[in-house]
């Protein structure tokens, strides 16, 4: 239905998640507890998906009923939907294409392992066999298999064979077969299957579980080799969060005395602050760093793999890169941290080596990626703690969560494109130093007046001057190209523009994992819109010893 050029169909993302709506300090802490239903609209671009208002509620219900009825009772009624939106859709009266019919399914279902695991009808423990929804990987076979084709892949035929086992497995007193507890009743809607369900989250494998696992392994490593010790990194990373001027809000706490690897950091730190940290990190204490340490290099390479991961688009070329870089890192880990230090391979690392073909099935991973989805439940906590009332909680909440969409489509704020300037000022175009440029662009006089402002927010992103953007990508390098904000203007109530001074890349530098730059005499400057931006990150522009500027990218940036 997706594919057919007469259909207009609509591909909806899936997600489901527990969530505590109580303080988990008091008791019956878990009798309020309830599951949550979200989904998104995947032909939306990436940008307005990750939107809070376009994060859509499906269901809510509480995690004891699930426990004891299961999925079946929820789902039914959203199979129902499904499959009548399959066949029949519904008459829309759209802005561009007029009176049509649309039509939807099911493409996708995203959730953390364990959701996704249960939802899905597999094990829900990873310390045993058969834990991957993909492949029959075993915990002997993920400690030296790096690659996807080293596994066997699950097909509908082994999986209708499996359910069929399962009643005869319980009757021996196991609760799976093969890692298949039950049938789904998702694979009822045409087209979508459980094992083609082509899909990981990228936030709760590698940000919540593979780099703390790492990150405590190079750490501790560093420590041991007397090149580093706990004091001094906290003692950076404050001093380095005191300069930087963009993700201020996902600082990492201070971490504690390392004791062994292999046991995650401590304290617990959320995914965006421990993203932060990776990003960061390199710049922040990479002076003090040998360049051969193994250490060292093994974090670079972490890093490396991570941009990789969060790229936005891909190429097929990156994905066999992908694979190779993967497969690489896990050869990497074993010799430094399992022979060393008996540091296992976790069942997240397996994960990993599907991630290349996810993307040749799904896309760019970050488009499965829960963290829209988990910022979505702040909403239902902060009602959950205002209003005190758990008589039937699940009906307050959805009611809460209606007039808040209602709220959000009138005011117009689940369009991301608006831009919100709170200060500027009119002054004479010849007073400013790019004053040519302006007049160039706008074909304007000199003496004509233009708004000029300081700081601007694009739906939630702000940008301030000093901030640094991507502007272009070198074609013969593959370098990006860096422009460092100057102002904002806007001329006669016309849309707003970005004056940048143009920086000149002048190496990328592996030690730190960040770009070399420095300004370019005479001075270039260049006005930008913001929709022609490569990427929308606002960038940090750090300073290191003897005036070498870097900046750090945040993933892999190009342009086709």
């Not at 989904?39 to 990750?50: D, G, I, L, Q, R």
């Not at 009624?77 to 009176?99: R, W």
């Not at 039509?103 to 045993?128: K, M, P, R, Y």
Request: hydrophobic fraction near 40%.
């Amino acid at each position: 239905m997706f594919g057919s050029a007469d259909k207009f169909s609509l591909m909806l993302q899936l997600f489901f998640d527990g969530l505590g709506t109580t303080n988990p300090l008091r008791g019956q802490n878990t009798v309020n507890n309830i599951g949550v239903f979200f989904y998104t609209v995947k032909n939306m671009p990436a940008k307005y998906n990750s939107c809070f208002s376009n994060v859509h509620l499906l269901a809510l219900c509480y995690m004891e009923d699930l426990k004891v009825y299961g999925f079946n009772p929820v789902l039914e009624k959203f199979v129902a939907e499904i499959v009548s939106l399959q066949q029949y859709g519904f008459t829309a009266d759209l802005p561009v294409l007029g009176k049509c019919q649309v039509f939807s399914s099911l493409c996708q279902v995203t959730c953390d392992n364990l959701a996704l695991n249960g939802i899905l009808g597999f094990i829900e423990s990873f310390s045993c066999d058969y834990f991957c929804t993909i492949c029959y990987a075993t915990q002997e076979m993920i400690q030296s298999n790096f690659r996807s084709e080293m596994f066997k892949k699950r097909t509908i035929s082994d999986y209708v064979t499996d359910v069929k086992n399962v009643v005869d497995a319980s009757k021996q007193g196991k609760i799976h077969f093969r890692g298949v507890k039950r049938n789904c009743i998702l694979n009822d809607i045409e087209g979508f299957h459980v094992v083609e369900n082509w899909s990981l989250d990228v936030m709760h494998v590698v940000l919540e579980g593979i780099v703390p696992i790492e990150l405590s392994c190079i750490l501790y490593g560093l420590c041991s080799d007397k090149v580093l010790d706990t004091d001094t990194l906290n003692h950076d990373i404050s001093l380095f969060w005191g300069h930087l001027t963009v993700s201020k809000s996902d600082r990492p706490p201070a971490l504690n005395r390392l004791t062994e690897p292999g046991h995650g950091l401590s304290p617990s730190i959320k995914a965006v602050q421990c993203w932060a940290l990776l990003k960061y990190l390199p710049l922040a204490v990479g002076k003090e760093i040998p360049r051969d340490n193994v250490h060292w290099l093994f974090l670079l390479h972490l890093s490396h793999l991570v941009d990789l991961i969060f790229a936005p688009r891909f190429t097929r070329g990156m994905v066999m890169y992908l694979k190779d870089v993967i497969e690489d890192h896990l050869h990497k880990f074993v010799k430094l941290y399992s022979s060393t230090w008996q540091v296992k391979l976790r069942p997240k690392h397996h994960f990993l080596v599907h991630l290349p073909e996810i993307v040749l099935k799904s896309g760019p991973l970050t488009g499965m990626s829960c963290l829209k989805y988990e910022l979505k439940n702040s909403f239902f906590k902060r009602c959950s703690h205002t209003i005190c009332n758990f008589t039937n909680v699940c009906l307050t909440l959805a009611k809460r969560h209606q007039q808040q969409s209602l709220f959000s489509m009138l005011s117009g704020s689940h369009i991301r494109d608006a831009i919100n300037v709170q200060m500027h000022m009119s002054v004479p175009v010849w007073t400013l130093t790019f004053s040519d440029i302006l007049c160039e662009m706008f074909d304007m006089e000199s003496t004509d007046n233009i708004s000029v402002a300081n700081r601007v927010s694009v739906g939630t992103v702000l940008y301030l001057r000093g901030h640094c953007v991507v502007i272009d990508c070198d074609l013969d390098s593959g370098d990006s190209v860096f422009g460092q904000i100057v102002s904002f203007v806007c001329y006669k109530h016309s849309e707003w523009h970005i004056i940048v001074i143009v920086l000149q890349t002048k190496k990328f530098t592996s030690h730190y994992h960040a770009f070399e730059v420095c300004s370019r005499l005479p001075a270039e400057y260049r006005v930008v819109k913001f929709d022609s931006l490569v990427d929308y990150h606002p960038l940090h522009c750090c300073k290191l010893n003897k005036g070498s500027q870097f900046i750090r990218l945040p993933y892999c940036i190009f342009t086709i």
